[in-house]
């Protein structure tokens, strides 16, 4: 198997993307650790995936936090961060602290990740993104701007943490726990009109995204690169 015997550590593991690179992983012979904020739902994601794989809480907004789940797992050969931030809200509108605390949620804990992550000489570390960082849309340029900053970040990663590989990977619409705080109608709204737009016709699962990101992790050519993966939303006009 393409993983076997590496070590995977999976920051937002517990559910949506997160969870489906974790299985993923997992299938393809990795020792996988699925880390979050909840005990509770990284219990249930353990339970879902089954196998081996170990759980660890981590708040990516405290750098103790951080420091002391990387410190506990020792190297590994993977990280991927999952986490989400920005804030929605028009520009003219949006609570700056507001502002400030999704800054911090994506772009902070990204750097907090990259600083204390104990990542071995072959491995990689690997952000998730965004579709909006390229294709903003009013209301949710917070969004577009943490995106981008960690786009940005991750590339500049590749170089001051060479031999080990920087990489981003940036999903389209997918259909995740995190639109679960929409309203039922809203939400089912949000997916039809995402999918009539998109040259698929669809958006995506998260097991998509999860099976790149276990490519990013077997590829050791593959460095620096942000890669879209959104049902064909980088074509539209
Ligand atoms: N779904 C989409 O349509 C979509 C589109 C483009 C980009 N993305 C990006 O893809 C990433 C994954 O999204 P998703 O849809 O898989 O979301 P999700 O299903 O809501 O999962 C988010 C994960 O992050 C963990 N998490 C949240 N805050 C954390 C914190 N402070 N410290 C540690 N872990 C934390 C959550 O667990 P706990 O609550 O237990 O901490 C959960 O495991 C996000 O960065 C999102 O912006 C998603």
Same mark, same amino acid.
């Given at each position: 198997?393409?993983?076997?015997?590496?070590?995977?550590?999976?920051?937002?593991?517990?559910?949506?993307?997160?969870?489906?690179?974790?299985?993923?992983?997992?299938?393809?012979?990795?020792?996988?650790?699925?880390?979050?904020?909840?005990?509770? #739902?990284?219990?249930?994601?353990?339970?879902?995936?089954?196998?081996? +794989?170990?759980?660890?809480?981590?708040?990516?907004?405290?750098?103790?936090?951080?420091?002391?789940?990387?410190?506990?797992?020792?190297?590994?050969?993977?990280?991927?961060?999952?986490?989400?931030?920005?804030?929605?809200?028009?520009?003219?509108?949006?609570?700056?602290?507001? +502002?400030?605390?999704?800054?911090?949620? #994506?772009?902070?804990?990204?750097?907090?990740?990259?600083?204390?992550?104990?990542?071995?000489?072959?491995?990689?570390?690997?952000?998730?993104?965004?579709?909006?960082?390229?294709?903003?849309?009013?209301?949710?340029?917070?969004?577009?701007?943490?995106?981008?900053?960690?786009?940005?970040?991750?590339?500049?990663?590749?170089?001051?943490?060479?031999?080990?590989? +920087?990489?981003?990977?940036?999903?389209?619409?997918?259909?995740?726990?995190?639109?679960?705080?929409?309203?039922?109608? *809203?939400?089912?709204?949000?997916?039809?009109?995402?999918?009539?737009?998109l040259p698929v016709g669809?958006?995506?699962?998260?097991?998509?995204?999860? *099976?790149?990101? +276990?490519?990013? *992790?077997?590829?050791?050519?593959?460095?620096?690169?942000?890669?879209?993966?959104?049902g064909g939303?980088?074509v539209?006009?």
């Amino acid at each position: 198997m393409s993983l076997d015997g590496q070590k995977v550590f999976v920051i937002g593991g517990s559910s949506g993307i997160g969870l489906e690179t974790a299985r993923l992983a997992q299938d393809a012979g990795a020792q996988v650790t699925i880390a979050s904020r909840s005990e509770e #739902k990284l219990a249930a994601a353990q339970a879902e995936i089954g196998g081996q +794989v170990a759980t660890t809480r981590i708040d990516v907004l405290d750098d103790d936090s951080v420091k002391a789940a990387f410190a506990a797992t020792g190297t590994v050969d993977h990280v991927v961060f999952t986490p989400p931030g920005g804030t929605v809200g028009k520009i003219r509108e949006i609570d700056t602290d507001a +502002v400030l605390q999704g800054l911090d949620a #994506k772009i902070v804990a990204a750097v907090r990740t990259a600083k204390y992550a104990d990542i071995s000489e072959r491995g990689s570390l690997t952000f998730i993104t965004g579709q909006f960082a390229r294709r903003p849309l009013p209301g949710m340029l917070m969004g577009a701007a943490v995106n981008a900053a960690i786009d940005v970040l991750g590339r500049g990663l590749a170089v001051e943490y060479a031999p080990i590989r +920087v990489n981003m990977i940036s999903p389209g619409v997918i259909d995740t726990p995190l639109h679960a705080r929409l309203p039922d109608e *809203m939400r089912e709204g949000m997916f039809k009109n995402a999918a009539s737009r998109l040259p698929v016709g669809r958006v995506g699962t998260p097991d998509e995204i999860g *099976m790149m990101a +276990v490519q990013v *992790m077997e590829n050791g050519f593959l460095t620096g690169a942000i890669i879209e993966i959104d049902g064909g939303a980088n074509v539209l006009v």
